[in-house]
């Protein structure tokens, strides 16, 4: 059993098979609470924020997983995650969503688009091109630019 | 940048000021219905873009729209109306934006909220559409949106939409460049045709001018001046026109003569004609007056007759009667020896001699108007006759004197025609004219083929430059219609690569955020037998982004409210988080929870705290005050980033205002290591 806590929430990890997580989670959410209840009460709206985590590598039949709902949305006491085939790091991670930070962030960036598209139409004469991405330009313009850019070629 | 304070003042449901305070961490908004929660986020989008995103503009109920309901009425007159928002900079500094009936005061440059390079067209309204999530917008602007409409809210919220707008001018371009060159190609064939037709005038040139043989033109020319009778300071071209019009004259000529000739052969004939047709007519004459005598004498005849009859005929009608009476009187006898009629007393002797007497009253006058009759049929008959002789006699007369004055005619005109012509009715003398007049002819068109054949050589030459002319422009345009070619051919390939690129960034896009969707989407766990959700992108002209879970299982349609909801927050927060494009890192939510149980409710607790461990600022709306709670405890205060919540209610008369402020301060830390 592993305890954590944060600038929101306490709680334990611990590993079992999933055969005795279901039978013993109470009894160990209990403990958890019985053995730290001082501690906790040194901060009631903490208190609130008790998290107890069990993990197993086992597979769940649809029974088990049945439970593990149960389990889940029993909210006395402590937040309880039940989670199951654990079997590598991105699981563990996984399994401990509800409080870390998001973990998959990424910043969306279309800059090299115009850059790539540029490189496409390399076969266009540049001066067509320009035309065509310049926002500030009418259609008739890029017409234009596009007629004068291949005559000028043609000669 | 992050919102720092708000106030109302006589917008939506605040009548009087209602400044609400900021947490920089999170702001919890509490309150019953119509206590003036969602006014504020109301205040937010406003104090944007100037309107209401979740009132459709078109929506008229009663002649009014929400344009009507935006400041505060009711009868009651605010003090002043408008919103004014409080902005903190990274570097503390704050800046003010205030919107009032008349207009937005920014009070900052736009380049504050985004990225002047990279947003989107129209970014402040993306930027609410990211920033703010409303309870009625979570599933209309994600799982319910049409898949179509979905791919474009993801296109434009991540600013792709300049590839858009590039490969629409492409394609106008390209259409423009199509029409262009068909055009020129109209142009071309004009062209050609002109060459064609020059090339065909050299053609026919040089035939003529080959006939051009050893010609001498001045003794040509005066020859012909003397022919036609044409005046001596015509040019060479003139004279070739006049000398046709001559020679068209000439022709004429002949064929006029031709036909008095045949006229004057005719002569005879007619004379001969005229002088039968003269006595014919005199004799008829006579006899046409000797049957007007007897017709008119049978007329009299006739009348007499008529006349005759008509006075017995007058008497015929007492003569019915009588033998009515007669007839009557037979049948009904004497009545006790009186008569029938007169009552008179009478034998029957008597009574039937007067009968009889009547009879042969009736008889005599029977037979009278018999014979009366046969004499009339018989006078009309005579007069028809005589009538039917003299109208005969007439018609001939006529007929002979048309005859007579038709051969008249003739000599008359050929008469004429000699005269116009110059020429007098003897046959020797109009067939010497119409030697003469073709011998002229003759003479003048050959004289006119040998002008024109002098004429041709210098024509060969003008047409051959014209030739030039045309076959160079012609050429010209030949070139430009290649170009434009190759320029459409580029423009098309313009359009079909800005379309392809898009397509890989938007793909490379979603690629790059399918991991935080699925993060997002396994941390709010809408359905317990799909833990995971990916994307579907298709489409070439028009295209679609879906979602599937589990064996391709479209969401849209198996999963419920709720878990729709749920799904539609885990897209929403995604695109939320990844826009590159946004300086404005605040996240609103109006409530979300609406439909979602409390199991899932929990759930979005923990993911806003997991968005507030990023530092983002929070502002929530909630109904439930022990969610309210929930989220208080959840969303991580810090002496940095402090949090509020905020309990609104509605008074009446005075709209919203503030029930009850309280600061969310940080909680005890290291609780566990200090035991």
């Known amino acids: 059993m592993v305890l954590f806590e944060d600038d929101s929430l306490i709680g334990f990890v611990c590993e079992a098979p999933l055969q005795q997580i279901l039978s013993s989670w109470g009894a160990r959410q209990d403990d958890f609470v019985k053995k730290n209840a001082g501690t906790l009460r040194k901060s009631s709206t903490k208190a609130w924020n008790l998290y107890s985590v069990f993990l197993s590598g086992d597979s769940p039949s649809p029974d088990e997983k049945k439970a593990i709902i149960s389990i889940e949305e029993d909210f006395h006491a402590t937040r309880k995650i039940v989670q199951t085939e654990i079997t590598t790091l991105s699981d563990v991670t996984r399994a401990l969503y509800s409080f870390i930070p998001i973990q998959n962030l990424v910043s969306l960036s279309t800059e090299n688009t115009l850059r790539t598209l540029r490189a496409r139409l390399s076969s266009v004469p540049t001066a067509a091109v320009e035309a065509l991405l310049d926002q500030g330009k009418s259609d008739d313009f890029v017409v234009q630019a596009f007629q004068e850019a291949h005559e000028t070629k043609g000669d | 940048m992050r919102l720092k304070a708000i106030e109302l003042s006589g917008f939506r449901g605040a009548r009087e000021s209602l400044p609400i305070l900021f947490g920089s961490g999170f702001t919890i908004i509490t309150g019953r219905n119509g206590s003036g929660k969602s006014s504020i986020c109301d205040a937010i989008e406003f104090i944007f873009t100037g309107h209401l995103s979740r009132f459709s503009a078109g929506d008229v109920e009663g002649g009014e729209r929400i344009s009507d309901y935006i400041w505060w009425r009711d009868g009651s007159t605010a003090a002043h109306k408008q919103v004014k928002a409080i902005f903190e900079l990274e570097n503390r500094k704050t800046v003010e934006r205030i919107a009032t009936p008349e207009g937005i005061r920014p009070g900052f440059q736009d380049d504050l909220l985004f990225d002047e390079k990279s947003h989107p067209p129209d970014p402040l309204t993306r930027l609410c559409q990211t920033a703010i999530i409303r309870d009625e917008s979570i599933t209309r602007l994600s799982t319910d949106l049409p898949e179509a409409d979905r791919f474009d809210f993801f296109y434009k919220a991540i600013g792709l939409t300049d590839l858009v707008t590039i490969e629409q001018r492409a394609h106008n371009v390209y259409q423009k460049l199509r029409r262009n060159s068909e055009d020129l190609e109209k142009q071309y064939a004009i062209q050609r045709e002109r060459v064609a037709g020059i090339i065909s005038e050299i053609s026919q040139a040089r035939v003529t001018a080959s006939q051009a043989e050893d010609i001498d033109l001045p003794k040509l020319r005066t020859r012909l001046l003397e022919i036609a009778g044409l005046p001596s300071d015509l040019s060479l071209g003139q004279l070739s026109s006049a000398v046709q019009r001559a020679l068209a004259d000439l022709k004429q000529r002949t064929s006029a003569l031709e036909r008095l000739k045949i006229d004057v052969e005719q002569l005879a004939k007619w004379r001969e004609q005229s002088k039968v047709l003269e006595l014919s007519s005199q004799a008829l004459e006579e006899k046409l007056s000797a049957a007007d005598i007897a017709m008119k004498s049978a007329e009299k005849g006739q009348i007499e007759a008529g006349e005759r009859l008509?006075?017995?005929?007058?008497?015929?009608?007492?003569?019915?009667?009588?033998?009515?009476?007669?007839?009557?009187?037979?049948?009904?006898?004497?009545?006790?020896?009186?008569?029938?009629?007169?009552?008179?007393?009478?034998?029957?002797?008597?009574?039937?001699?007067?009968?009889?007497?009547?009879?042969?009253?009736?008889?005599?006058?029977?037979?009278?108007?018999?014979?009366?009759?046969?004499?009339?049929?018989?006078?009309?008959?005579?007069?028809?006759?005589?009538?039917?002789?003299?109208?005969?006699?007439?018609?001939?007369?006529?007929?002979?004197?048309?005859?007579?004055?038709?051969?008249?005619?003739?000599?008359?005109?050929?008469?004429?025609?000699?005269?116009?012509?110059?020429?007098?009715?003897?046959?020797?003398?109009?067939?010497?004219?119409?030697?003469?007049?073709?011998?002229?002819?003759?003479?003048?068109?050959?004289?006119?083929?040998?002008?024109?054949?002098?004429?041709?050589?210098?024509?060969?030459?003008?047409?051959?430059?014209?030739?030039?002319?045309?076959?160079?422009?012609?050429?010209?345009?030949?070139?430009?219609?290649?170009?434009?070619?190759?320029?459409?051919?580029?423009?098309?390939?313009?359009?079909?690569?800005?379309?392809?690129?898009?397509?890989?960034?938007?793909?490379?896009?979603?690629?790059?955020?399918?991991?935080?969707?699925?993060?997002?989407?396994?941390?709010?766990?809408?359905?317990?037998?799909?833990?995971?959700?990916?994307?579907?992108?298709?489409?070439?002209?028009?295209?679609?982004?879906?979602?599937?879970?589990?064996?391709?299982?479209?969401?849209?349609?198996?999963?419920?409210?709720?878990?729709?909801?749920?799904l539609g927050l885990a897209f929403l927060l995604a695109v939320h988080l990844s826009r590159p494009w946004c300086n404005f890192h605040t996240l609103i939510l109006d409530d979300p929870v609406q439909h979602i149980d409390d199991y899932r409710a929990l759930h979005l607790a923990e993911v806003l705290s997991s968005i507030r461990q990023l530092g983002h600022q929070v502002i929530c709306t909630v109904e439930d005050p022990g969610l309210a709670e929930l989220l208080c405890r959840r969303l991580r205060s810090s002496t940095a980033d402090d949090g509020v919540k905020i309990e609104l209610e509605y008074e009446p008369g005075m709209g919203s205002r503030i029930k009850e402020i309280r600061s969310i301060g940080p909680l005890p830390e290291r609780i566990l290591l200090s035991a």
């Not at chain 2, 003008?462 to 030039?468: A, G, H, V």
């Open chain 2, 310 to 566: 008509k006075s017995a005929q007058v008497e015929s009608p007492a003569i019915k009667l009588l033998a009515q009476l007669r007839q009557y009187g037979s049948l009904i006898g004497l009545q006790n020896g009186h008569c029938p009629l007169c009552n008179s007393v009478v034998s029957e002797a008597s009574f039937s001699a007067h009968l009889q007497e009547i009879q042969q009253a009736i008889e005599r006058t029977n037979g009278t108007l018999m014979q009366l009759t046969e004499a009339d049929a018989a006078k009309a008959a005579e007069y028809s006759k005589r009538k039917d002789e003299f109208q005969v006699q007439s018609l001939e007369l006529s007929r002979l004197r048309s005859e007579l004055e038709a051969a008249r005619m003739a000599l008359q005109k050929a008469e004429e025609r000699a005269r116009t012509l110059g020429v007098t009715l003897d046959p020797d003398d109009v067939a010497r004219e119409v030697l003469s007049t073709e011998k002229k002819a003759t003479e003048l068109d050959k004289g006119l083929r040998d002008l024109q054949a002098s004429v041709a050589l210098d024509r060969v030459a003008e047409l051959e430059k014209q030739r030039d002319l045309a076959q160079r422009d012609a050429e010209t345009t030949a070139r430009r219609i290649e170009w434009l070619a190759t320029a459409a051919r580029n423009a098309k390939s313009a359009e079909d690569t800005t379309k392809r690129v898009s397509w890989e960034a938007v793909d490379e896009c979603l690629a790059a955020l399918s991991p935080l969707l699925s993060e997002l989407y396994y941390r709010l766990k809408p359905h317990s037998d799909y833990s995971d959700i990916r994307y579907r992108m298709r489409g070439d002209v028009k295209r679609f982004l879906s979602f599937a879970v589990g064996r391709d299982i479209n969401p849209r349609f198996t999963f419920s409210s709720g878990q729709r909801r749920a």
